[in-house]
């Protein structure tokens, strides 16, 4: 591994990055309230940060990257703003659909939350920031201080909000859920490094990224406009088996490279692209002062991502 130096340009790009597609680009959060980015890119960037410096530190790539993410998940829909516990979080009765009674939470949005958080604010960052920067793209970004600095901002950050939540809610997960979803962000981030360092790769074909990043399109498309009902959660949770089973074997080859894993990355992001204005419309806060900053922000996506395709290229 090459030496740790203080990289500061994609290290605040993934900082700002994680929210700004996490929230701003899905419309969750409509571009009216954008200093809440203030808040958000501590705990979204932040951990976006230390997930991407901790794989690429240890010498382990993406899929301790993913698994980390995932543990990422649950911290924050669980232990932070504990929407997947909160009966009516911010108006929202997120348990009245595929209830799971013994856990408190609903199937539904529990894949949505979580798996949401590992496609699109923590993978769709790092890989889209890592392809800007082709150079840097395995080496780690922040020395010590830097690691040290994020943490704190992690932390406070994550803090910040979860006193917001429970102040504007009035509501504190029982401790048998908050304990159990510990012990489960544990095992993920157990479970991530204990994973095999990455192995030589295979002789084999692949997709041309651009039909790699088109299947992404698709299955994202699908996961994120499927329906609230168990047949919508077996839908994700086939379109997540096959898609990760999918990557794995393809990534195993030689003809695998950066190009492909922008492919990924620029699918799921075209899904939030239109994907922010639906939900924008379903929130009720489709003003002409939001669509038009949507619009901004969806051609700000979408140009970065075109950016990224032609430093790979380069």
């Keep these: ?19 700004l597609v996490g929230e701003y680009l899905l419309g969750n959060v409509p571009m009216a309230d954008i200093g809440g980015l203030l808040v958000l890119a501590p705990m979204y960037g932040g951990g976006a940060l230390l997930i991407r410096e901790t794989a690429r530190r240890t010498g382990r ?15 924050e829909a669980c232990l932070i703003d504990q929407s997947l516990f909160n009966p009516s979080f911010e108006g929202h009765d997120f348990q009245s659909v595929t209830p799971i009674p013994w856990l408190g939470v ?6 949505s939350f979580v798996g949401g958080h590992v496609i699109w604010s923590i993978g769709v960052p790092i890989a889209l920031v890592e392809a800007l920067t082709p150079r840097r793209s395995a080496v780690p970004w922040l ?6 600095v994020t943490g704190v901002l992690f932390v406070l950050g994550s803090f910040a909000v979860f006193l917001s939540m429970v102040e504007e809610n009035g509501f504190v997960a029982p401790t048998p859920q908050r304990i159990g979803a510990a012990v489960v962000v544990l095992l993920l981030a157990g479970t991530a490094f204990a994973l095999r360092r990455p ?6 074909a692949v997709p041309r990224p651009w039909l790699v990043g088109l299947a ?25 088996a096959v898609s990760a089973l999918t990557i794995v074997r393809w990534s195993r080859r030689t003809g695998w490279g950066a190009a492909h894993r922008l492919g990924l990355a620029g699918g799921a992001l075209l899904t939030y692209v239109w994907g922010g204005f639906v939900l924008l419309s379903l929130e ?31």
Excluded: K
């Design 284 to 314: 009720g806060d489709a003003t002409p002062l939001n669509l038009t900053a949507q619009s901004l922000l969806a051609l700000a996506a979408t140009t970065l991502l075109l950016l990224a395709r032609i430093r790979c290229r380069a």
């Design 199 to 204: 192995r030589p790769a295979i002789p084999g």
């Design 1 to 19: 591994m090459r030496s740790i130096t203080w990289r500061p340009a994609p290290a605040v790009g993934l900082f700002l990055l994680a929210p």
């Design 216 to 240: 992404a399109f698709l299955a994202s498309g699908l996961f994120f406009a499927r329906m609230e009902d168990w047949p919508g959660v077996a839908l994700a949770l086939v379109l997540l």
């Design 106 to 111: 609903s199937a539904h949005y529990a894949l």
């Design 143 to 148: 020395g010590p201080p830097g690691l040290a």
């Design 61 to 75: 790539g993406w899929p301790t990257m993913i698994l980390l993410a995932a543990a990422y998940g649950v911290l």
